[in-house]
């Protein structure tokens, strides 16, 4: 059984920085694609940031600059760095792998919590 577990959410202050981190346990025989999505009260999910086995990476618009994504293979985890935080960043943070061996299957974290509030 595939699992992803996150951690690294709380609160933190406007202008502060947290760094999630995503683990990927279980008997996969690759880890495509990597990242993270988010979903605030009342709205849909959205893509956060997300970064291929070869390191290739794309951002939403609302976080380039502020946010980095980074993986390491071997240990089927991925990161991501959020700097100068701001209150709409405010949402349930859930990692996201893709494998492509046997066709397109997805996996989804439990999300964690990110709260930017003074």
């Known amino acids: 059984q595939v699992q992803l577990v996150e951690s690294g959410g709380g609160l933190v202050q406007p202008g502060g920085s947290l760094r999630l981190s995503c683990g990927l346990s279980?008997?996969?025989?690759?880890?495509?694609?990597m990242g993270w999505y988010r979903q605030a009260p009342g709205k849909e999910r959205e893509l956060v940031a997300i970064?291929?086995?070869?390191?290739?990476?794309r951002y939403a618009d609302s976080v380039k600059g502020r946010f980095t994504i980074s993986r390491v293979n071997t240990k089927n985890t991925v990161y991501l760095q959020m700097n100068s935080l701001r209150p709409e960043d405010t949402a349930v943070y859930y990692c996201?792998?893709?494998?492509?061996?046997?066709?397109?299957?997805?996996?989804w974290g439990q999300g964690t919590q990110v709260t930017v509030s003074s």
């Open positions: 970064i291929t086995l070869g390191g290739r990476t």
């Open positions: 279980g008997r996969i025989l690759s880890v495509n694609l």
């Open positions: 996201y792998a893709v494998s492509l061996a046997t066709g397109w299957d997805e996996y």
